[in-house]
């Protein structure tokens, strides 16, 4: 076999890396389209013919260099093949994406990398490298080699450095580190001219690089440590959005107020005392986060911030705000300012009839500042619990969408909560509380429990399967890859008829309370070294025995919080949480032996509850969030797989879903609490 660097010496066709990928063998410098490549890696069976019509010993593996690197099961080829997405099967590949969970989902064997394969160095024309759950330890200085990547992600490894080459892979678009115990970058990262895309949300960065790429027009760099943000970042003109949350940020740096373009600020869960006083110059921005800091004041300037609509403020010190900000800021629709020691006259200029205003939120001791009668129905009154810097609003659900009539809660917490159940809602984001809009909608009282069972229907896996089919335009296949679709759909649902705006006879949901928790720190409601001792759980245990019946909900990683606290509650709902976080696509920055003792962790709690009698309702889209279903031991009957990809809460809300299923898990408590004799608190495990 000769050796020429332009045609594929399997199919003698033309190389082309601007077109696909293509593998360069070290050595004998035998190049193979990727997917020639990976058809001749494949394992034979004993007396079949190859696929090119060449028998076994001619071809590709006549050499012995490039038979070396077609056929290792190690780093070679045959492992990409094995281990790789089945896109690069189907189509001349320029993707190659490693996901652990997809294996998983697959039913393939997993072989976690700790090094990044050889063979993956010696491909020209890759335009994105995705590596996402596996271990890896470290990048190599051969990285430069890939000089066509446009795309290049290390999501969930335990990558702690990268290398100066890094820099070289000019054509650099996209630059994704997340979830890894990362600590430094690169200087060199300002020499990627075309790099938009600045993505290291959730490592262990102590600080940020001095220079950038001139064309970023994103700084995310949420979950880390970092204490400042360098001047050199109000030069990045095409910026668009800030998330620099849940790090220690004591400042901002002034320079920041030239970013006009920026539409969203994220700063929620930092050390911030004071904000640039030419905040108001931002005139494009319409989210801003800042709760969770320590604000004593905000800037006048504040006030000509004309496009804002989300302005969080809770959890900071101020006793003061600028006058008119519900009357000035004519696009905010919401403004949440709980747990800030507001005066008398600050409070009464907040609940002056706002533009677009559609909640507000105070606490309690907020609230009794004014007449309660003047508080609009838009006014949103609960009881912060003093969890530190968690978000913590306890407030019965008639009070999440005030109806003519209903009063705002006051006072202090009474000794006994009026209603019988509680249930904890762990959001998934830092930036707000997402579960109030459907649990409002829950206790609206236009719909009888009987009439939400009947938008609802369960059925088994026969139908499934012809759901699956409709959907997918394919069999679900009984054998192999779609194996653990059936041995975890033991339910799905099948149809949601629309509801009638009036009401049918039949009792409706009585009212019930909501605690609301938000972890601005991005840590996942745990608590590890280096940061912020949150203790939920033994906070959580003080709550839960006030109420008859108590239900945990979340999703993702609200879901990871609610099955970690099982053992406390009743009822658990949760909607495609994370639960292995050793190899979960979204997970914090801690170190591999904080994600293990997360992890397990969970899964002891979890078989905890089961021995307890907790009821579990699992509810899981047919996609990569299988594979974290599979590594939780629940029975099988817990679990609801949905025919449908994508972030199911939100799907099952779009399709009307989820208020029913949230009205069935209440309603049964409900229920169980009318029966249960006292409340709760004994008989557990310490
Ligand atoms: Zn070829
Ligand atoms: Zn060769």
């Not at 050499?63 to 070679?76: F, I, M, Q, Y």
């Not at 790099?195 to 064309?215: A, I, T």
């Not at 998934?428 to 236009?446: I, N």
């Not at 896996?461 to 997918?472: D, E, I, N, Q, V």
Request: aromatic residues 6%; glycine residues 6%.
């Amino acid at each position: 076999m000769e050796a020429c660097a332009n045609r594929c010496s399997s199919c003698n066709f033309n190389l082309n890396a601007s077109k696909w990928a293509q593998v360069l063998v070290p050595g004998c410098l035998h190049g193979y389209h990727l997917s020639c490549a990976l058809q001749a890696s494949e394992p034979r069976r004993p007396g079949v013919e190859a696929p090119n019509g060449n028998a076994d010993d001619s071809g590709p593996r006549s050499c012995a260099t490039c038979a070396e690197l077609l056929l290792s099961e190690v780093d070679g080829v045959r492992m990409l093949y094995k281990e790789c997405s089945e896109e690069l099967h189907r189509r001349d590949p320029t993707d190659l994406e490693l996901f652990r969970t997809v294996e998983i989902k697959q039913g393939r064997e997993t072989s976690p990398l700790r090094e990044l394969p050889r063979s993956i160095l010696c491909l020209q024309g890759l335009r994105c490298l995705d590596i996402t759950g596996h271990p890896l330890v470290r990048v190599p200085p051969e990285i430069r080699l890939l000089t066509s990547l446009k795309r290049l992600c290390f999501v969930s490894t335990e990558i702690t450095e990268l290398p100066e080459e890094l820099g070289e892979l000019q054509n650099l678009q996209q630059f994704v580190v997340s979830c890894c115990p990362l600590r430094c970058l690169p200087e060199s990262l300002c020499k990627l001219v075309r790099l938009w895309d600045f993505y290291f949300d959730g490592n262990q960065l102590r600080e940020l690089p001095e220079q950038y790429p001139p064309l970023v027009n994103g700084l995310k760099v949420s979950g880390n440590l970092l204490r400042q943000i360098p001047e050199a970042v109000g030069g990045l003109q095409d910026i668009k959005c800030i998330r620099a949350y849940a790090n220690k940020l004591e400042a901002l740096p002034d320079s920041i107020c030239q970013l006009t373009n920026v539409g969203e600020m994220s700063l929620q869960g930092n050390r911030l005392q004071h904000l640039p006083q030419q905040i108001g110059s931002l005139q494009n921005l319409q989210y801003l986060s800042l709760h969770d800091n320590l604000l004593r004041t905000l800037p006048e300037s504040i006030l000509e911030l004309s496009e804002l609509r989300w302005l969080y403020l809770y959890n900071n010190h101020l006793q003061d705000l600028p006058r008119g900000l519900t009357t000035r800021l004519q696009q905010l629709e919401r403004l949440l300012v709980e747990t800030n020691p507001l005066s008398e006259a600050a409070v009464a200029d907040l609940i002056q009839s706002g533009g677009s205003l559609r909640v507000l939120g105070l606490d309690t001791e907020q609230a009794s500042r004014v007449d309660p009668d003047s508080l609009p129905p838009w006014v949103s009154v609960g009881w912060m619990l003093p969890w530190y810097r968690l978000y913590a609003k306890l407030q019965p659900a008639s009070q999440l969408k005030r109806r003519q009539g209903v009063e705002p809660v006051r006072g202090h917490l009474p000794a006994t909560p009026e209603n019988d159940v509680l249930v904890v809602a762990f959001a998934a984001s830092q930036a707000e509380p997402e579960w109030l809009g459907v649990l409002s909608q829950v206790y609206s009282g236009d719909v009888s429990v009987a009439e939400a069972e009947l938008q609802i229907s369960m059925d088994d896996m026969g139908k499934f399967s012809g759901l699956f089919r409709a959907l997918h335009e394919r069999e679900l296949q009984e054998d192999g890859s779609d194996e653990d679709l059936e041995r975890l759909a033991s339910t799905c649902w099948l149809s949601a008829p629309p509801h009638s705006s009036s009401r049918q006879n039949g009792e409706a949901l009585q009212d019930f309370d909501v605690l609301t928790l938000c972890d601005t720190g991005a840590q996942w409601y745990t608590d590890v070294s280096e940061r912020e001792q949150l203790e939920v759980e033994r906070r959580l245990r003080e709550i839960v025995p006030r109420y008859k019946r108590v239900i945990l909900l979340g999703v993702s990683m609200g879901g990871f919080a609610a099955l970690s606290n099982s053992h406390l509650a009743h009822s658990v709902l949760v909607f495609g949480p994370q639960t292995d976080l050793t190899l979960s696509h979204l997970r914090p920055g801690f170190s591999p032996e904080d994600l293990v003792r997360m992890s397990d962790n969970l899964r002891s709690r979890v078989q905890q509850a089961l021995s307890q009698g907790v009821h579990f309702q699992y509810h899981v889209g047919a996609e990569d969030h299988l594979a974290y279903a599979r590594r939780v031991p629940l029975p099988r009957s817990c679990f609801v797989v949905h025919p449908v990809e994508g972030r199911i809460a939100r799907l099952l809300e779009r399709a009307g879903i989820l208020w029913p299923l949230l009205i069935r898990s209440i309603a049964r408590e409900q229920r169980l609490a009318r029966g249960a004799s006292g409340r709760c608190g004994s008989g557990w495990n310490g």
